[in-house]
């Protein structure tokens, strides 16, 4: 049975390239609850999900900067703000994307259910085929490969033998790009990657991922094939810094002992000199006073607080003749 149909058709009535959203925002009155930062979000979310004929998106945030014009930090309040109140939910995925969906009460698509009997029942309808019902393009569904950021494709299993498998292919360099992306490197970085290095050194780099522990496993792809060091061993750069500074800790603790050890051996020569010179006859004793306090008037050690045969310059410079006395006895001897 058909069934008559008084409106004309849909794209004769709407320019091609449009965007469906719900009576439900403004009757509901969400429209004057949401900030202007808010709003610019959600109508964003709303071009990249239903503008596109499906529930989600996984748009990147330097795109819904510049669709938006807000800054990251009014962004970043924006989409919590949205997430607090229930009108879109964010799932951050593996590669370090979000992929973004707007609230089953918000949403301008039937449930994945009840398309396919929708669909039927309208192609029984109107006597299209099961094909194309319509008998060309529908206008208002607009081609995927328009978005500009996508899931990242599934990762594809590399051989662990290494140089055993060739590698020269164009399937196995985009299957290459498809395993960096999936590791969250990025797509124009893993292109450059591929296109500028050879697929055997990129399939040795992420087949050493496997056996490595890192906290960026995208940092260390790209540093280790940038650098070709696919078979070297991670540095820890936080451990190499802790046992640098052991190290000069030890050489400091080192080096003060050293000294303090040296003013001992120091300190017990003067002693032993001083000893020595209480051993000499009074007479050769007045001639070093009379030789310290010569030296200490050209030197200026006069003027020294407390200059006497206590102050320790005193007995620096009386240790300094009787040494001289020493060795030339022991000359004569």
């Not at 949401?34 to 529930?55: C, M, P």
């Not at 996984?58 to 900067?65: N, S």
């Not at 989409?79 to 799932?91: N, T, W």
Request: hydrophobic share 35%.
């Amino acid at each position: 049975m058909q069934l008559a149909v008084s409106e004309p058709p849909i794209e004769g009535v709407l320019k091609p390239g449009f965007t469906a959203i719900p009576n439900v925002i403004w009757e509901s009155g969400i429209l004057k609850k949401l900030k202007h930062s808010e709003l610019s979000v959600l109508l964003a979310l709303y071009r990249f999900t239903t503008g596109y004929l499906r529930s989600w998106t996984c748009i990147g945030e330097t795109l819904l900067l510049q669709l938006t014009g807000l800054s990251s930090s009014t962004l970043y309040e924006a989409k919590r703000s949205l997430c607090r109140q229930g009108y879109i939910q964010i799932q951050h995925m593996v590669s370090g994307r979000c992929e973004y969906r707007i609230c089953e009460g918000l949403q301008a698509l039937r449930p994945e259910a009840e398309r396919g009997a929708v669909a039927k029942f309208a192609r029984k309808a109107s006597g299209g085929s099961e094909a194309d019902p319509s008998g060309r393009p529908e206008p208002w569904k607009e081609s995927k490969e328009k978005i500009y950021h996508h899931p990242a494709p599934p990762p594809v299993e590399l051989s662990s033998k290494g140089d055993d498998v060739p590698l020269s292919s164009d399937s196995t360099r985009l299957g290459l790009t498809r395993t960096l992306i999936s590791a969250g490197v990025s797509e124009f970085m893993a292109h450059k990657l591929v296109k500028s290095h050879a697929p055997e050194m990129i399939a040795k780099a992420v087949d050493r991922l496997k056996h490595v522990q890192v906290e960026n496993p995208a940092g260390y792809l790209v540093s280790e094939i940038l650098r070709g060091g696919y078979g070297q061993a991670v540095v820890d750069k936080a451990q190499v810094q802790k046992q640098e500074r052991e190290n000069i800790h030890r050489l400091r603790v080192s080096q003060r002992e050293e000294d303090e050890m040296a003013r001992e051996r120091s300190s017990q020569r003067v002693v032993q000199r001083l000893e020595f010179f209480e051993s000499l006859a009074p007479e050769q004793q007045q001639k070093l006073r009379v030789e310290v306090e010569i030296q200490a008037q050209q030197d200026g050690f006069v003027r020294l607080p407390g200059w006497g045969p206590a102050h320790p310059a005193y007995r620096g410079l009386l240790s300094e003749l009787v040494s001289a006395l020493e060795a030339a006895v022991k000359q004569r001897e």
